[in-house]
């Protein structure tokens, strides 16, 4: 449970860390322009271990967002994710933004925000490895929305029923929505691309649509076995979204 900051012995990068009992030492190695890496090691009594690890370059990512009419966009949540590590942020009164928890890969960058009057606007950007990221401008689009109605096979309204829609492209990109009295659910927020529709606690895939920007698609008809309708609304977990 000890904690000791210690700074690198020479410039090969060579440090060392005394442990006075057997004990598994995790050691965390922060260094400018490089990601925070951590790693636990197990030294039994008396050992000596030598060890060699390579610190992953760190990837700024930087711009400034705009509403569509091109003003800049302030508190916007912006998420950016490779194939291994995610950051997240949120612009400035400018627009202005900065990730910087990322490594050189692949990157998929993701943006939404809430305009005047209630609107909501969003986009995803691409961006492959070799590309210079440090001054984007970034514009977002109206978000697109999904409406369902939900109901049993017999035909009977399936109220307090979750949907959730999985971006294919990223699962971790999901969104929510909740049927009322007669059925009926709407699911805004949605960045162009392709969805997964399930119910919640329900892995099944239901359908899959495509969205394009601004678009409110037509209301869809969703069928609920009977036998499973108390169960799911029994076993939702509360909504978590990005």
């Known amino acids: 449970d000890t904690r000791k900051a210690i700074s690198l012995v020479d410039d090969r990068g060579v440090f060392e860390v005394y442990a006075g009992t057997p004990m598994p030492v995790e050691v965390r190695i922060h260094a400018p322009g490089h990601l925070a890496f951590a790693q636990s090691v197990d030294l039994g009594p008396g050992e000596v271990r030598w060890v060699q690890w390579t610190l992953e370059p760190q990837r700024p990512v930087g711009g400034i967002v705009r509403w569509p009419d091109g003003t800049p966009a302030a508190d916007v949540s912006l998420f950016g994710r490779t194939d291994r590590e ?19 890969r692949d990157l998929k960058l993701y943006a939404r925000g809430g305009g005047e009057a209630g609107q909501d606007f969003s986009n995803r950007w691409f961006f492959d490895e070799g590309e210079d990221l440090t001054r984007l401008e970034l ?19 399936v109220a307090g029923q979750r949907l959730m829609l999985l971006a ?15 059925g009926r659910a709407t699911v805004s927020g949605l960045y162009p691309g392709t969805y997964t529709v399930i119910f919640d606690r ?8 495509t969205v394009q920007p601004g678009e409110v698609l037509p209301e869809q008809l969703l069928r ?19």
């Open 224 to 242: 609920l076995p009977t036998d499973l309708s108390d169960k799911l609304r029994q076993a939702a977990s509360p909504p978590r979204e990005w």
């Open 86 to 104: 995610g950051d997240q942020t949120s612009s400035d009164e400018k627009g202005r933004f900065k990730l910087e928890a990322l490594s050189l």
């Open 139 to 157: 514009w977002l689009q109206p978000s697109a929305v999904y409406q369902a109605k939900v109901t049993t096979d017999q035909g009977a309204n």
């Open 168 to 182: 294919v492209d990223n699962r971790r990109v999901t969104r929510f929505g909740t049927t009322d009295d007669e």
């Open 202 to 209: 329900y892995e099944q895939a239901l359908t899959e649509i």
